[in-house]
């Protein structure tokens, strides 16, 4: 009991700002007492809104009081210093706003240590040890500090609520347990905490579990962030790499080629020019001859005449014709054309539609949206085209059709009009169980029926809409789960051989996607199994 005395004692001479023992102690006008430092700085912060109050008790002051160290209770400090007990412990420090008080102090409170559901009241380390000392209390039941203690006392009879009811899942009073809970399936408050706890601590391994699950999923995707930003970074440098290596490939054969022109253009300028030569040389032996040949025109011997002129009209070697037939041009018009072909196979490669993402939500995918319409002379005679070659209908009893070479024998199932190639998506609204496909053209129309339905055969590539749904493809087939929807969306992108079906409703659900190589170009297809069913394709602007 000393001792609780000497941790009393010691708080008296506590500063309630800084909750140490005081340094410098200052009296202010209303009486309290505070560190200098701490009032000094508590003031100049109101100085701004020209109030200065004290803390404790929130007394405001017309002016700023001055402060003069209260000598008397330094020296008190002081003494209470050297004998060794310190400054208060953190638990014995002065309640503050979002404190439990202690109930039994008197003027400044001091923070509750515990709380007790018999007293319905709180206490600091000083009022709580009656407690633990005297038999009185040893029954009382001891919580943490809780400024919530009236929840727990019924509003109706004012008594604790020791019973919890079952039936209506609520704490209550013994009075209410022989009133309004008359008859229900109650139990002791502690008893139903001991039950409720260990569902507690199922429900906590549950959300440990999930937590770890969730980790696991957080670190899972954290590396597949990294996958993707290494693998685009690698992907970034290796292309970058091949282009510098192909431009520096283009600029090695543009330096090659301007070589070998200027190779030819050398050789051939020299045949011409050894040739002019050879020309230059016989003008100047034919013009020196016509020379001769006039003046033996001339002469009146005609003796001498006949003797000249027969060596003088001989013919000699000629160089040939001033125009040669050899056209010295075709070599650098063929260079020229080569390049040229060169660059426009390059520019058509680099031309080509690069890989791309598929879209992720239904508005993109419209952008790639593709009127289709269905051609009536691929039409099995159970199938009713109609709706502006849009809609089929399986009717048993419809009229046959005309022959036609394009036309399905035996599956009730048609193809589209248009042949489809790039990015193109649609949509298919059905009634019943049917078949959603793409197609070659070159797929049979009749004979074995690997050969012409659709799905059975490596020209076809099928989805079958039914209580589930199922692809199939050259005969193989996978069973797919996803929700039942009255539409099917089909994105086709050829170029990068990308084909998937989705179920549409309210959001759009991937059901299954291909990755493959198309090598011509694909028609819509559409299958009916059972009388009275439909198919349309939907039509978007």
């Not at 099995?380 to 059709?401: A, F, G, H, Q």
Request: glycine share 4%.
């Amino acid at each position: 009991m000393a001792q609780q005395g000497n941790q009393a004692h010691k708080v008296k001479f506590c500063c309630s700002m800084c909750l140490d023992l005081l340094k410098d102690p200052v009296t202010i006008p209303c009486g309290h007492n505070y560190c200098i430092n701490c009032i000094k700085i508590h003031w100049d912060g109101e100085d701004k809104k020209n109030i200065h109050s004290c803390p404790q008790c929130q007394k405001t002051f017309k002016s700023r009081p001055e402060l003069v160290i209260n000598t008397m209770l330094a020296e008190l400090v002081e003494e209470l210093k050297n004998t060794g007990l310190g400054a208060a412990p953190a638990n014995h420090c002065y309640a503050g706003p979002t404190d439990v008080a202690c109930d039994f102090c008197t003027g400044t409170k001091l923070k509750a240590l515990k709380s007790c559901l018999v007293c319905l009241a709180s206490y600091c380390q000083q009022h709580l040890q009656p407690h633990y000392d005297s038999p009185a209390f040893k029954k009382h039941n001891l919580v943490d500090a809780s400024g919530k203690l009236q929840e727990t006392i019924c509003f109706l009879h004012n008594e604790v609520m020791k019973i919890f009811c079952r039936t209506d899942q609520q704490c209550i009073c013994f009075l209410c347990s022989m009133d309004e809970h008359k008859g229900h399936d109650t139990i002791s408050v502690a008893v139903e905490r001991t039950e409720k706890q260990k569902d507690l601590n199922v429900s906590r391994q549950n959300i440990r579990q999930k937590i770890q699950d969730r980790e696991k999923v957080v670190k899972e995707l954290q590396q597949e962030v990294e996958d993707i930003n290494q693998s685009a970074d690698k992907a970034v440098v290796d292309s970058e790499n091949i282009f510098i290596k192909l431009i520096r490939l283009i600029q090695k054969r543009s330096s090659e080629v301007k070589q070998q022109i200027r190779s030819q253009q050398e050789t051939e300028v020299n045949h011409v020019k050894d040739f002019q030569k050879k020309l230059q040389q016989e003008i100047t032996q034919l013009k020196m001859k016509d020379s001769e040949l006039e003046k033996l025109s001339c002469t009146d011997d005609h003796t001498r005449f006949l003797q000249k002129y027969p060596f003088l009209s001989s013919g000699e070697g000629s160089a040939g014709s001033p125009r040669t037939n050899i056209n010295r041009l075709w070599y650098f018009k063929h260079v020229t054309a080569s390049v040229a072909a060169v660059r426009y196979n390059l520019q058509a490669i680099l031309s080509e539609k690069w890989p791309q993402a598929d879209p992720k939500k239904r508005a993109e995918f419209l952008q790639s949206s593709c009127q289709i319409t269905l051609d009536p002379n691929t039409a099995n005679n159970c199938l009713v085209v109609s709706d502006r070659d849009r809609k089929i209908t399986y009717n048993v009893k419809n009229e046959p059709y005309p022959e036609h070479l394009e036309r399905f024998l035996h599956a009730a199932q048609v193809l589209s009009n248009e042949g489809l190639t790039g990015r193109c998506y649609w949509e298919v609204e059905r009634s019943g169980s049917i078949g959603v496909a793409v197609a070659y053209n070159s797929i049979g129309r009749s004979g074995d029926f690997n050969a012409y339905a659709f799905g059975y055969n490596d020209k076809s590539w099928a989805l079958r809409c039914d209580t589930g749904y199922t692809f199939r493809h050259n005969k193989i087939s996978a069973a797919i789960s996803g929700p039942q929807t009255s539409k099917i969306g089909i994105y086709l992108d050829h170029s990068a051989g990308v084909l998937a079906f989705y179920s549409i409703s309210h959001t759009m659900t991937l059901l299954h996607r291909v990755q493959t190589t198309f090598t011509e170009p694909l028609y819509v297809g559409l299958c009916l199994c059972s009388d009275g069913h439909t198919a349309k394709v939907c039509k978007y602007k």
